[in-house]
């Protein structure tokens, strides 16, 4: 490999390091991604991406990409509980509950109301390649899988890499100005000395990817179903069986995710594999073929640091949970999101370089919050046991009679039946978290506080409360251009543009926005939106969320974060303005207190 030198250096080509090659294509900054593997994962993995992304998706020209292959709202929007798809015994082929998730059957209407998007379903296997070829497109040549970085170095100036072609073996050097570790934490962090903090090594997670047709037993409405019968071991137990697709609605590849103790001598191999899963289904003479069995320790991690020097961890090299709600991949997204456009700015010369301080300010409490709810919503499946009747050590006969009396058609089955549907409501936590996806936010770092509280916060993460307050993200409303239907998400572009909104009487913003503009030679749309505009408000939303007056202003980041606003106009716009760029672009204090308007 020949010697290169570049802005960025990604290390890993999994979901976090192609969307950051792809974020950073698309805000202009030249740079290398390597991938010690040869392609891209083997293993379905992560497959839920949530509204968040999928409007991060929508932003860089992907959405419709993902949408055109991944799982339709009609197989998404259902989770459930069986006894077992198969067998012919009273117990088996019972449902236990269903619930409406991620934004599908009653919860698609609040849904559709804060945000473009719906959420989507894609394993990690094809997902990835999917952005693995977009990336190429937008860097041709900047992507090396079958090179790994075997070490480096940082220096005031940049990281200078070394990094061997596994193909050849030969080894050349990258110089660059900055370094994004999306390796998944196999390296880099332990390189610099960043600890992963929080309970590991808790269970051995087992994940078996096959192919078999299941149309006669599966209700394909259904993304997951839980297994739970008196010859399993509750929810994690027994296992959750995964629609993979490629085809939806009568899917050729699934996934059962379970779990044992990592000591357990009785862990499955791929040898084990069939006759398990034909055991599990209750379908004994399935005809099915295993792709791969997988292992990989259930925890709970966060990083201590998410930046060391010009060295930022993001995606699973920042944090690590259970997989329940999906955040694993959806956080990564997010990372490379919010420290994309910062380099860019950084590189461009438009943002001081402490502004990259941010991205650890932003995003590391939103990483900590995602762990803790990841934690508690896997834990919470064992309440579920417990809401069944079922404990710890309970022989086979004591679980059927669980089982029977829960089913009965009694007085006390009614009770049962009752008593369980109120512990599985709380499992909303995990396929009804609107919220938790959408709404999260920054409290410090690129941005300028107005001295205004916070909105409530539904503390299950259903409820979603929109917002202009700075450091939340941008609400939705569909808008009326040329005749056109657009989102508010959409007025700003993926190439690094800030966006200045104002309302009918808000000509001076935007007189003095051309004026800022030049001044810090940024790039900045200013827009008008209401009766007689440009952008008219179409459906009287965005009156309804945008909380400043016809003559204010709200400031919107390159991520569709809100930045800054004044609820009316202010005697020096000008000076206004300055203030508030200077403070997002980290050429002065961040979060400058200001006068509440």
């Not at 010690?36 to 991060?56: D, F, G």
Request: aromatic share 8%; hydrophobic share 40%; proline share 5%.
């Amino acid at each position: 490999m020949q010697d290169l030198e570049v802005p960025v250096l990604i290390v890993g080509g999994g979901g976090c390091g192609l969307s950051s090659s792809i974020f950073l294509s698309d805000l202009g900054v030249d740079h290398l991604l390597v991938e010690r593997h040869a392609t891209t994962s083997h293993l379905p993995k992560a497959h839920y991406l949530n509204q968040r992304s999928m409007e991060v998706f929508r932003q860089h020209h992907l959405a419709d990409d993902i949408y055109a292959v991944g799982t339709p709202m009609e197989h998404l929007g259902n989770v459930g509980w069986m006894t077992s798809l198969g067998g012919d015994r009273p117990l088996d082929r019972q449902w236990i509950t269903r619930m409406d998730s991620f934004g599908g059957g009653a919860l698609r209407e609040q849904y559709l109301a804060d945000s473009p998007v719906t959420a989507c379903n894609y394993p990690q296997i094809r997902l990835e390649p999917l952005l693995k070829g977009e990336a190429e497109k937008r860097a041709p040549g900047k992507l090396l899988f079958n090179h790994e970085m075997v070490t480096f170095t940082q220096d005031a100036d940049g990281v200078s890499a070394q990094i061997q072609d596994r193909t050849d073996g030969s080894v050349g050097s990258v110089r660059a100005k900055y370094l994004i570790a999306a390796d998944g934490g196999k390296s880099i962090a332990q390189m610099l000395d960043v600890t992963m903090d929080g309970p590991t090594g808790l269970l051995d997670m087992v994940s078996v990817h096959f192919t078999a047709d299941l149309s006669e037993f599966y209700d394909s409405s259904c993304v997951m179903i839980w297994l739970v019968n008196p010859e399993g071991a509750g929810s994690w137990g027994s296992g959750v069986l995964v629609q993979m697709g490629p085809t939806w609605g009568k899917s050729e590849e699934w996934v059962v995710h379970f779990t044992v103790r990592p000591d357990d001598p009785e862990r499955w191999n791929d040898s084990a594999a069939i006759s398990r899963i034909r055991d599990l289904l209750k379908v004994p003479d399935l005809e099915l073929q295993v792709h791969k069995v997988s292992h990989w320790i259930l925890e709970g991690v966060l990083a201590s640091r998410y930046g060391v020097g010009r060295v930022f961890l993001a995606g699973d090299a920042a944090h690590r949970h259970p997989p329940t709600n999906g955040l694993g991949m959806n956080s990564a997204f997010q990372d490379a999101h919010n420290l994309a456009w910062k380099l860019s700015a950084v590189l461009r010369e438009e943002a001081a370089p402490s502004i990259l301080e941010s991205y650890e300010v932003e995003r590391r409490p939103v990483g900590m919050r995602n762990v803790d709810w990841a934690m508690f919503t896997f834990l919470n499946h064992m309440v579920l046991d417990a809401g069944l009747g079922l404990r710890p050590g309970m022989s086979v006969a004591e679980q059927e009679a669980e089982f029977t009396a829960f089913f009965s058609d009694t007085p006390m089955g009614e009770t049962r039946r009752a008593r369980a549907a109120e512990v599985f409501s709380t499992q909303r936590t995990e396929f009804q978290a609107h919220d938790l996806e959408i709404g999260y936010r920054y409290d410090e770092g690129a941005l300028v506080h107005d001295g205004t509280e916070p909105p409530p916060r539904d503390p299950m993460g259903n409820i979603h409360y929109p917002t202009t307050r700075p450091g939340h993200r941008l609400p939705h409303a569909w808008l009326e251009v040329a005749g056109k239907q657009i989102s508010t998400l959409d007025l700003v572009g993926r190439a690094g543009q800030f966006l200045l909104i104002t309302g009918p009487d808000g000509e001076a913003w935007c007189d003095a926005a051309r004026k800022v503009t030049e001044n810090f030679g940024i790039s900045l749309r200013a827009v008008r939106i209401g009766a007689e505009c440009e952008f008219a408000d179409c459906t009287g939303r965005w009156n309804a969320v945008r909380q400043i007056d016809d003559d204010g202003a709200i400031i919107i980041r390159p991520d569709n974060h809100v930045g800054w606003r004044s609820k009316t106009i202010v005697a020096d716009i000008s000076s206004e303005l300055e203030h508030a760029f200077t403070a997002i672009l980290g050429r002065g204090p961040w979060s400058i207190p200001a006068i509440t308007r």
